[in-house]
Every structure is written in structure tokens, then in C-alpha cells.
DNA sequence: AAATCCATGTTCAGTTTTCGGTGGCGATAC
DNA sequence: GTATCGCCACCGAAAACTGAACATGGATTT
């Protein structure tokens, strides 16, 4: 049984600023009457000043206001709004090339934008709209048009500049591709933070929470295995997989149809297949797990194969315990992990 | 200029059982013709019975002796030396594990060590054992040992142990780079009370006396701003600094040259580097400095800023008065601050 | 002599740490 | 390519430690 935090871990949480149990619960303080998410940057409340809620709207209705600074009330990690201009702009026209200039024009500091790019995407917003163009490129050049025509279409101001960003970014010049898969990877916002989350045309292959820290590591294993490269971009997999996901945090679904593809080892994969046989609102146990699937000895190993899985919520490895009930490890995170827990429970009894 | 204690407020420190003051001055009672420091835990003498000594010389020459409990002839906060001699071992044989059997055999009763070490280092010492391993072991693996080799070479007899132990205390598995640094941590006496310092391979971060109440603070404010794990241990730094504060309470160094790491705002940081460039001997009022940083106003800031000095001594801000002349606070109590400005003043003549 | 105030040693139930046993995986060395 | 090595989001039992409680005794003061 995943045990409920007491004030002083709740406290604690709010003292290191971990911002992994964002959504997991709120803080208010009463000298103020504010009320923010843990990781808020503002100044530390003393702990005989604070109240802890679990949803913004026990809050509210205490009469608490939202914090001005961690913005509780927005979704968490949400896309400002000057940002998601510039997005669309991108989605409108995907071979315009926007200069730092550009963004002075729209009344955007460069600077700030890079800045939000680095935090949310870990690349410099040039960076990821190189990538987007790069992704058109791709499409093209699949589509059997000329090397030279696509470059100068996507708005790369010379050739040579163009071989080279292709290249840096599929580790070949442009007229040896061919073999390459292309991941394509989006990032969303849900209650419990940011994710992830990466497919190819055969089906979803990635979704971790952005702060995840193996998630360079799961990028590199990806591309490995998959003999691919990882562009910002949808497909209809993704679609999809965003959509059941909503519905998923709304409570309203249990079951995940969307098509996946998990490159892995024979173990592995058997370890996966079984931890997506255990439904929504329970739990099991790394030993059972490992009886399951006839090596009861294999405890550890089963551990590790469930470390590996990419495709978190997904494929649900955080419905998977310590022989004693304890939350044990988590690559999200164990705030995460019990939170996941206490929403499904909280919603298996419904429908 | 530094007020003198009454007898009031220095009968107080006694009632109080204020350690700040132990080495400061002594406390003879009459009745006994015993003489303690302040802090003792004897009975409290009735007012009427006490005298006081600036020196442990003075009480002698008045007939007074000792007292056995607090020992004020001995070195103040002193490792006891049947702990010593244990401490000594743990540094030349790391991989040696003491457990409560082998103290026995070494004549020391385990609840004994047990109590000192909860008294002065806030752990017990299996714990403190367990740590120092600990710190070895991390050095080795940044050193690109194995981590196999490592887990043996520091007296565990299994990997899993070894694991387990890690984990504990960096949250993460021995193999994972998270980027952690350690602060080595020592405790060491001066005539004024013992004192912590840390350091990193970078500097010294800190060095404190021990009953500084809020040091607690001051340990997790550094742990998260350097991303840090704080284990008993030395380096180079440590070795430095000891030496330099030992030649300074001697009254013959003057300038501290060992490297600070100071982690902080660039406020703090140009509050800090402006107390440096006060001299041995000399004071200034907070208004000066405020004045010296151009921020005339910002004398409460400035008083904040030397507040959150965390390098006692070396970084002198024991030599700022409030404009009157007043000692107004100090971390390590006044009656330091005005011992440390009379030891100054003392010596500041000479060479 | 009585009162105060701790430090010490013992005991013991309740926790924590340690250890061996695990199977699989990725990197490395042939 | 294939053997080996190093490492691990585990488990269960045994060993070792902890903290709290208590009686005892020493030192100091009244």
C-alpha cells in the first residue's frame, strides 16, 4: 500500500524545492493566503505557517489565491502563451526560418525564448527549429525529390550549410540516406509535469517524463536500436497516444490501444507483455511478476527489465512493488509513482 | 566599543547553561573552592556563592581547583582519547569495520562512543563508520576504480550490501553519474569552542562552531546549492585550514590564504568579498559597509548578507559593529565575537 | 547529609543493515 | 562473434545496531 506523505515529508519536499511532486499535492501558507506548487521559488514558508492540500481546489475554496510565481492554477509546465504563438507560426509554415531578428520583430527576446527551449526541450529554440526543418527535409527527400530543390525550399541560405546540419543530425550526408527510421517526438504537458514522447510510423516507442534522468540515455538506446534519429514532429501515433493519455489523467480510461514499439531483448520484451496485463487500479509485486513468468529467481532481473521500460504509464511498470508494499524505485520518480497509484484507485472502482 | 559583561548577565550565561561563553570567562563558587567554564552541568551555585575569572590562571592563583565534570583545564571540546585512538584507527585501516564487539574488546562500552558521537557529530558512530566508508568509496569510484573492487576494498563483504549502503545515502546507484559533489566535513577544537569545517575539493565552504544553532540550516543550504552529500572526511583544504586557524589563534596569522568555495548570491558574494578586505584588528559598522557596496540604504541587507556568512573567522564578520559600536549579533554568540575582536586587537601590534 | 544533575552501564524490543543468492544486460576483451 | 565482467528499480533471513528506560554512582552545591 503506497503510504500517504506526513507534513514533515511534505514540508521537506517543499524546503529541497522538488519539483517532482508537482501536481501531487499543494501548499498554502496562512500568512499570506497563497497557495503554491511544491517547487515554488518564492521564498520558503516556515512550516508552522503552512497548510497542504491535495488539489488546487480544496485550496481555493479555504480562500486561498494562487501564487504569482509557480502559477499553480496553469497547467504544469504549460507553453506560455508568447511561446505558443511562435509554435503555431512554426506549424503554419514549416520552412520559414525565424532569425533572432524575427523575434525582436514580435516583441520576443531572443534570449528568453532560447532559455524556455533549454529548460522544456534541452536545445536552444534555433536548435529545434533546425530539427523541424530537417523533419520536412526528411519527408521530402523520402518522397523522391531532388537533394538541392528541398534544401533551398526549407530556407537553408546555402547547400553546404544545409549538408551539414543534415548531417549532424542523421550522421550521414543526405544522398546516403535511406535506411533510416525517424522517431518523431513531441513534448506535453499533464498534472503530475511534463513528458516526452517518441514513435515511429510502426507505433509508440517513448513516453518519460521530461526531467527523467536516464531519458539521454533511453534517447541513445532508441536511436541504437531502431537505426534511427529522433526529430521534433507527430505522426498519427501520436495523436493518438495523446489523446488516450487525457483521458487517462481524466480517469476515464483504462486500457491503452495505441500501437507501440518496444526494441528490446526476448526477456524484456516477456517482462513488458506482463506488466501490461495488470489492470488499472492494482498492483503486484516484483516476486510475483518474476513467478509469473517462470523464473522465480529471477527477482532482480525483473527489476532491472522494468528500469528499461521507455514507454512509462503506457506500459505500467509503476503498478509494480517491493515484496513489502513499498514504492521502491521509480524512473519518474516515486512521487509520481504514487501518485499514479492513488489516481487509479482512486478511479478503478467507476465504469 | 566592545561592552564588558556584568555580573548579571554573566551569572545568566551560567543559568542558561550557555556554551558560547565556555573559554570566555570562568565561574568559581565559594562554597567549593571549585572553579568550572561556562556550560557546566553540575548544580547551578546560588548567585551569592560565585565569583568570576577572565582566566583559568586567575581561579588557580585565587585557590580554586578544577572541576571535574567540565574540566575547564583541559582543551575545550576536546575528542575524548580512548574516541581518538578509535578514530585514528578508522583513518589507517578504512576497511577495518569496528563494530560493537570489537570496541568492547578495545575496552570502550558501545552506548559510550554511541553517545559522543550523537552528542558531537549528531550520529552514532556505526553511522559516522558508515559514512567515512562511504566517502572512501566515492573517491575511489570518481578515481575510476571499480566499483566491484571498491565495495570489498572498503570492508564490505558483498556487493548488494554495498549497494544498498550507497544508495542511502546519494539516492542513486554507486554507477550513476549524477553530478553529486561531497563535502568533507571535520571537527576540530579551537580556545573558543569546537568548530565544524567543510570543504570541497574546490575550497573551504564552511567553517562553524558547533553550537551555532543554525547550522542545520546552513548544512542544507549547502547541500542544495553545491548539489552536495556532506561526509565526515578530509582533503587538502581541511589540512590548510586547520593550520591557519591554529596559527591564528595564536595571534600570528593575519590573512587567511587558503581557497573558499562561498556559494550565493552576487550580493552576498560582494558582502563577503568586502569583509575580507577588512584588516586584522580593525572594524567597521555596518552603515560603511553598506556605503563601500554604493547601496547606502542597504545596511539591513548587508546585515542579512554577513548573517549568511557560513565561514566563520576567515571570512570576518565578527569585525562589523552596528554604528554605534554596539556587537550586535553573532552567529557564534557575542561573547566570540568580542573574544575574537579583543584577541585582535591584542595582537594586531605586533610583527 | 540531602538535593541536584548528569554520565555511565545494562537490558531489551524494535529497526536497520548486511549478506548471499539471483538472472539478465551492456560493455569490454579476446 | 562470443566469453567474461561489472552492475543492479529485489528478497528474506540473520546479524548488528538503536533508543529508551532504568538503576547506579560520582561530582557539586546547599
Same mark, same amino acid.
Given at each position: 500500500?503506497?503510504? @500517504?506523505?506526513?507534513?514533515e515529508?511534505?514540508y ?15 501548499v ?6 497563497i ?8 521564498r520558503?514558508?516556515k512550516? @508552522?505557517n503552512?497548510?497542504?492540500?491535495? %488539489? ?5 475554496i479555504n480562500?486561498y489565491?494562487p ?17 505558443? @504563438?511562435?509554435?503555431? *507560426? ?6 520559414r ?5 524575427d ?8 534570449s528568453q ?5 533549454k529548460? &522544456? ?13 530537417? &523533419? ?14 528541398? #534544401? ?17 543530425? +542523421? ?5 546516403q *540516406?535511406k535506411?533510416? %527510421? ?6 506535453f ?7 516526452? #514522447? ?6 509508440v ?14 534517447? !541513445?538506446?532508441?536511436?541504437?536500436r531502431? &537505426? #534511427? ?5 507527430? &505522426?498519427?501515433?501520436?495523436?493518438q ?6 483521458e ?7 486500457? +491503452?490501444?495505441v500501437p ?6 526476448? +526477456?524484456s ?12 487500479g ?8 518474476a ?14 527489465a522494468?528500469?528499461?521500460n ?27 509513482k !504514487? ?11 467507476? %465504469?
Amino acid at each position: 500500500m503506497a503510504s @500517504k506523505l506526513s507534513f514533515e515529508e511534505k514540508y521537506d519536499v517543499i524546503v529541497r524545492r522538488d519539483t517532482t511532486y508537482a501536481g501531487i499535492f499543494f501548499v498554502a501558507v496562512k500568512t499570506t493566503g497563497i497557495f503554491c506548487r511544491p517547487g515554488c521559488t518564492a521564498r520558503t514558508p516556515k512550516s @508552522k505557517n503552512v497548510l497542504f492540500y491535495d %488539489t488546487s481546489h480544496e485550496a481555493i475554496i479555504n480562500g486561498y489565491r494562487p501564487c504569482k510565481i509557480c502559477k499553480p492554477l496553469e497547467e504544469l509546465g504549460a507553453t506560455p502563451d508568447y511561446i505558443q @504563438k511562435i509554435l503555431d *507560426e512554426l506549424e503554419a509554415h514549416p520552412y520559414r526560418r525565424l532569425k533572432d531578428w524575427d523575434l525582436r520583430q514580435r516583441g520576443i527576446e531572443p534570449s528568453q525564448i532560447r532559455r524556455w527551449f533549454k529548460k &522544456n526541450h534541452n536545445m536552444t529554440f534555433q536548435a529545434y527549429q533546425r530539427l523541424y526543418r530537417i &523533419n520536412g527535409a526528411f519527408t521530402k527527400i523520402s518522397n523522391g525529390e531532388s537533394i538541392t530543390h528541398t #534544401a533551398y525550399d526549407i530556407g537553408f541560405e546555402s547547400i553546404s550549410g544545409f549538408n551539414d546540419s543534415f548531417k549532424s543530425t +542523421f550522421d550521414h550526408a543526405p544522398s546516403q *540516406e535511406k535506411g533510416k %527510421t525517424v522517431i518523431q517526438l513531441i513534448r506535453f504537458t499533464t498534472p503530475i509535469g511534463p513528458m516526452f #514522447a517518441g514513435a515511429t510510423s510502426t507505433g509508440v516507442c517513448l513516453t518519460e517524463f521530461t526531467d527523467r534522468p536516464m531519458l539521454e540515455t533511453e534517447f !541513445k538506446d532508441l536511436k541504437k536500436r531502431l &537505426n #534511427a534519429v529522433i526529430l521534433p514532429g507527430e &505522426n498519427k501515433h501520436l495523436v493518438q497516444l495523446q489523446q488516450e493519455l487525457a483521458e487517462y489523467f481524466e480517469g476515464k480510461r483504462k486500457v +491503452f490501444t495505441v500501437p507501440l514499439h518496444t526494441p528490446g531483448s526476448a +526477456f524484456s520484451q516477456s517482462v513488458w507483455q506482463l506488466l501490461r496485463t495488470i489492470p488499472f487500479g492494482a498492483t503486484r509485486t516484483y516476486k510475483e511478476q518474476a513467478e509469473k513468468l517462470g523464473k522465480p529467481k529471477g527477482v532482480r532481473a525483473v527489476g532491472r527489465a522494468n528500469g528499461l521500460n521507455k514507454i512509462a504509464i503506457v506500459i505500467p511498470c509503476h503498478r509494480v512493488l517491493g515484496s513489502n508494499g513499498e514504492l521502491v524505485g521509480y524512473g519518474g520518480g516515486k512521487g509520481r509513482k !504514487k501518485w499514479l497509484l492513488d489516481h487509479e484507485r482512486m478511479h478503478a472502482m467507476s %465504469t
